[in-house]
T-cell receptor, first 115, second 114 residues
Framework: DVKVTQSSRYLVKRTGEKVFLECVQDMDHENMFWYRQDPGLGLRLIYFSYDVKMKEKGDIPEGYSVSREKKERFSLILESASTNQTSMYLC??????????????FGPGTRLTVL | GNSVTQMEGPVTLSEEAFLTINCTYTATGYPSLFWYVQYPGEGLQLLLKATKADDKGSNKGFEATYRKETTSFHLEKGSVQVSDSAVYFCALSGRYSSASKIIFGSGTRLSIRP
């Protein structure tokens, strides 16, 4: 089974702190994604990566950066956390196959609270 | 651009009731369509998918048919159980630069009463 793990289930940080969210997948997938999930807004794509050291902005990249130094690991960085970044963060991965049939595999999520 | 609209929740039903969650989409080309489910405290997981018009996806008693003429992909189940309580997301695939991208609806929370 595909397994996507995220470093923390719950995280509490203070405004202005630098925050790292880590995601690891064990299926050798090329694509990895970071989303945030907010009530009534569904999932919104922050950044994605289609290869090591490659990254592209999603729909809401402001205030975030990412790092992909190894194929299995994709990190989301909040350079200076703010209260409006309090959210559930979901990581996902998918293989580079027929894009019309791609399935994404999700981690359990990290609930981040910024005080 | 591509988008997905699904019925707002929450939806509350009694056990063994019939379920329909409506989903319509706007897309160029021929996207694949998905239903993902998120059980309490977990990430999303694929429930079913359909890759072309008139395809029917099915899993765990749930079904959805890709209707190009009505741009819809409604989720149905004949007899729901308490264990079906979850948030359901309709989604479609799209091409976004160098990687496939999935566009999600806002989610519908389903609660089943015993």
């Amino acid at each position: 089974d595909v397994k996507v793990t995220q470093s923390s289930r719950y995280l509490v940080k203070r405004t202005g702190e630098k925050v790292f969210l880590e995601c690891v997948q064990d299926m050798d997938h090329e694509n990895m994604f970071w989303y945030r999930q907010d009530p009534g807004l569904g999932l919104r794509l922050i950044y994605f990566s289609y290869d090591v050291k490659m990254k592209e902005k999603g729909d809401i990249p402001e205030g975030y950066s990412v790092s992909r130094e190894k194929k299995e690991r994709f990190s989301l960085i909040l350079e200076s956390a703010s209260t409006n970044q309090t959210s559930m963060y979901l990581c996902a991965s998918s293989p580079y196959s027929d894009p019309r049939a791609d399935t994404q595999y999700f981690g359990p999520g990290t609930r981040l609270t910024v005080l | 651009g591509n988008s997905v609209t699904q019925m707002e929740g929450p939806v509350t039903l009694s056990e063994e009731a019939f379920l329909t969650i409506n989903c319509t989409y706007t897309a160029t080309g021929y996207p694949s369509l998905f239903w993902y489910v998120q059980y309490p405290g977990e990430g999303l997981q694929l429930l079913l998918k359909a890759t072309k018009a008139d395809d029917k996806g099915s899993n765990k008693g749930f079904e959805a048919t890709y209707r190009k003429e009505t741009t819809s992909f409604h989720l149905e189940k004949g007899s729901v159980q308490v264990s079906d309580s979850a948030v359901y997301f309709c989604a479609l695939s799209g091409r976004y630069s160098s990687a496939s991208k999935i566009i999600f609806g806002s989610g519908t929370r389903l609660s089943i009463r015993p």
